[in-house]
């Protein structure tokens, strides 16, 4: 064991990296100490300098609309990704972000039908239905590579990182601003798993505009169909 820890050392001296991980568990303190039923619409990822700065290929991901709901809630794609939108309800929907600069507007459409939208920008979009003020998915398109959702239990792996020092972002819709925490991988320093707090105990549901920046039409806050 000291012998493979002091080639690891000697690697790290001269220059090269070897890979490690980034691992722990994420707990969000709710109003009345609740438990909490969305620990895995969290996101974790790394900020990187642009040494080591590795792009995930880019793939293509389904957010399904099934009685007014988008699902998943969350994904999180690298650069570049498609994301497809099929409509299973037997009305129209219309997706939509205002999210800059990855905004864009699919149009209306029907039950069967699907349309897609490609996100060539990094960060958040928020998508959007504009017939429906309710709806709401989250996609996270990521420069590189080193980022993960929790499980439902909260505990999450960012595996293969090259040994190093970062600087850990943890999102999740229901706090007011992303968690940043300094974090090593590898490089045989104390410290173990990661024990991370979020606190939505002052989370409160805020509605948006639709796609021409005006309220939605609803009825006495309910929805027209």
Sequence with gaps: MRLVVGIAALLAAVGFSTAARVAGRIVILEKDNKPSPDLSDAVLYLETPAAVTTAARPVTVEIAITDKTYAPHVVVVPLGSTVRFPNHDPFNHNVFSASEPNSFDL?????????TYTF??????????????RMVA???????RYYAQPANDGSFSIANVPAGRYRLHVWHERIPSEVIKDVSAGGGEPGGELQIALNARGYTWQPHRNKYGRNYPTNAGRERY
């Design 120 to 133: 060539e920008h990094p960060g958040l979009v928020r998508v959007y239905c504009n017939v429906h003020p």
């Design 138 to 144: 989250y996609v996270l398109v990521m420069e590189n």
């Design 107 to 115: 149009g209306l459409y029907g039950r069967g039908e699907a349309k």
